[in-house]
């Protein structure tokens, strides 16, 4: 049985296009700090660390959801190929599968980007700390040093965040080409069997 997959496709796309952007706003939250560091203050620092704290929270639920809809949306889309008497159940084939290599390329840069970014920011993180435990308190602030440190975290963010923002973009081209193919199939199984008195559903 053929089974419908475009509401599986779009949940997936606005799932994957919303969890990059979430981690690309995460690239740009030292400037949150930054602006605290501008007027020292326990009001300030709080607005900055709640953008910090919802930003990964909204990043985990995106997350867990891109992988939900993209797991339903692959799973429907490889029982329509056993529908269509396919023996491969691969998603993509020909030119096609040049998206899948340009996927897990950039999703394997840009996790290796965030990895690396992560452990080069090491350093920094004892300094971070004191700096955002003096906003806090509304103690003065080396405000070189707080470019430094904040700038620096913002500049180690960034590769990862276009990478995963290419990976997301790239996925996006997958999932609807892949469904584009579907439905395609699909229009022409429904044209073949209307011109032999019969129907499909979808």
């Known amino acids: 049985m053929i089974r419908a997959?475009?509401?599986?496709?779009?949940?997936?796309?606005a799932a994957v296009a919303g969890t990059a952007l979430v981690y690309l706003l995460l690239a740009f939250l030292p400037l949150a700090d930054l602006w605290a560091a501008r007027d020292p203050g326990p009001h300030r620092a709080a607005l900055a660390a709640a953008l910090r704290i919802g930003a990964w929270v909204l990043l985990f639920a995106l997350a867990v959801t891109t992988a939900v809809a993209t797991a339903g949306w692959a799973a429907r889309a490889r029982s329509n190929l056993v529908a269509f008497g396919l023996?491969?159940?691969?998603?993509?084939?020909?030119?096609?599968?040049?998206?899948?290599w340009l996927l897990w390329g950039s999703a394997f840069a840009g996790a290796?980007?965030?990895?690396?970014?992560?452990?080069?920011?090491?350093?920094?993180?004892a300094e971070i700390g004191d700096v955002r435990d003096r906003i806090a308190a509304g103690r003065p602030i080396d405000h070189d040093l707080a470019a430094h440190l904040f700038g620096r975290q913002l500049v180690l963010g960034l590769p990862a965040a276009a990478l995963f923002v290419l990976a997301a973009a790239v996925?996006?081209?997958?999932?609807?080409?892949?469904?584009?193919?579907?439905?395609?199939?699909?229009?022409?199984?429904?044209?073949?069997?209307?011109?032999?008195?019969?129907?499909?559903?979808a």
């Open 5 to 13: 997959i475009s509401h599986w496709a779009t949940a997936a796309m």
């Open 87 to 100: 023996r491969s159940r691969r998603l993509a084939r020909g030119r096609t599968a040049v998206l899948v």
């Open 112 to 125: 290796g980007a965030a990895l690396l970014g992560l452990i080069a920011g090491l350093d920094d993180r």
């Open 171 to 201: 996925a996006v081209l997958l999932i609807g080409r892949v469904t584009d193919v579907q439905y395609g199939r699909i229009a022409r199984l429904r044209a073949a069997l209307a011109g032999a008195g019969g129907t499909i559903g």
